[in-house]
């Protein structure tokens, strides 16, 4: 959450999982992020993960190298501009993100399922099926 959040008068709101935002320059706030509505959204905290959902060229050899997928995560400061980590490790600061498209990532990734787990669900489900079956329909 930048300082703009805090002691700005223009219309803000917290942003949440899944909202796209977007990197835009201010003369006066330098880069901010603006969410829906056009409104900036504040970051909730640091440590937040940031999806990249739409590049746009940089000046930043880093940043240049980023791909729509790759999590970055967002740092604030009260006396340096707000930074983002990227997955190398290097930091940037959120004025080489001007283009960029991003929305929060939750916090953990859910694991995907395991192979014996969704063929046990599939059978589940299809003797399930079979037992709702009206009993002139299994005559048939």
């Known amino acids: 959450m930048g300082a703009y959040c805090l002691f700005t008068q223009i219309p803000h709101h917290a942003a949440r999982i899944g909202e796209i935002l977007e990197v835009w320059w201010s003369d ?4 901010a992020l603006f969410g829906d509505g056009e409104e900036i959204a504040c970051i909730p905290h640091a440590g937040c993960r940031l999806e990249i959902v739409a590049t746009a060229p940089t000046a930043h050899r880093g940043v240049n190298l980023l791909l729509p997928g790759h999590i970055v995560q967002f740092r604030y400061s ?6 983002l980590t990227l997955p190398s490790g ?3 600061w959120l004025g080489h993100f001007v283009g960029f498209k991003l929305q929060l ?3 953990m990734m859910a694991s ?8 046990r669900r599939l059978q589940r489900t299809q003797s399930d099926f ?10 048939a």
């Open 78 to 83: 009260w006396f340096l501009p707000d930074r």
């Open 105 to 107: 990532a939750p916090d």
């Open 28 to 31: 006066y706030y330098g880069a």
């Open 90 to 92: 290097t930091k940037a």
């Open 130 to 139: 079979r037992c709702r079956q009206p009993v002139s329909a299994l005559r």
């Open 112 to 119: 995907p399922p395991r192979e014996e787990d969704l063929i």
